[in-house]
């Protein structure tokens, strides 16, 4: 097993750490962590006071201009601070993961994770927590390891199905149109009408789509069917904008997995986590501490039934 270096992480406004005593953030950045040996920037955030955990919860962010900041100056500081163990990495090819020129389908994503979660020892059910294509990671990984997924979050997203694999081709097509070849154009009329940081967002993502082969990869990726999402027998919390072009996405979940829980906000796009984070944040709460009350109530009534037979 290869080393795995670990730090003290310090606020540096890039998403890598908390600046103060309240949770224990650790870094981890070290060889071979993902699949194919590419490196995987890992921050694990604990509950402050050393209390262990009742749980790991492990965040996944979307694609091309998502990073695990997205997780960190949102909701992670307040689920470690609840009690959780917080794991988030920088998918590769994103944030302060190593970018390989390919190596981009969704089940190499998976076994990033795979491999990721094994450097780390975490061997126990975790939550997987996935906005947008993360959200299709988390899918995929719980269908490959059901037994080490205690339930699954999404937020504005689905599973790779027929009709993922066609919106997420349209999406990287237009992407490597606007933001590659007619690059400059695009990124000042981003600047002009989203700002700043969009605009490095935007910058950031073209380079990624002109550097390596993920608008191809992505769209090569192997599709599920329905009867395989069926299969998914872990808890599921599914959350969508009602303004969004997943707005609607909730009545095939619930039909395909009928313990499905949907939350649909009015007023929100796709931009959800970042918009009304404070709501997911507390939708994420609730649904872990349910789930984790009902994990605890069937243990004790199958020791219970146990102890009865003998």
Known sequence: MAMIDTARDTHDGTGSGTGDDT??????????????GVRLHVQRLSPPDGRPPTATAVLIHGLLTDSLASWYFTVAPDLAAAGLEVVMYDQRGHGRSERPGSGYRLDTFVTDLERLLDRLDITGPVHLVGN????????????RHPERVAGIAVIEAKPATE???????????????????????SLAWVSAHRGAHTARLAKSAARLVRTTTIAEDVPASGVVSEEQVRAVRCPVLAVYGAD?????????LESVL???????????????????PTRIRELLLS???????????????????????L
């Open 23 to 36: 949770d224990q953030a650790t870094d981890h950045d070290g060889p071979d962590t993902g699949a194919d």
């Open 132 to 143: 947008c294509f993360g959200g299709t990671v988390a899918f995929a990984y719980a269908m």
């Open 163 to 185: 009709s993922w694999l066609t919106e997420i081709s349209g999406i990287l097509r237009r992407v490597a149109t606007e933001l590659v070849v007619h690059e400059a154009e």
């Open 244 to 252: 969004s072009e997943l707005a609607g996405q909730e009545r095939w």
């Open 258 to 276: 009928p313990g499905t829980r949907t939350v649909v906000l009015p007023g929100q796009g796709h931009s959800v986590l970042a918009e009304a």
């Open 287 to 309: 649904w872990i501490h349910e789930d984790e009350t009902a994990t605890g109530a069937a243990a004790v009534g199958a020791a219970a039934l146990e102890a009865d037979a």
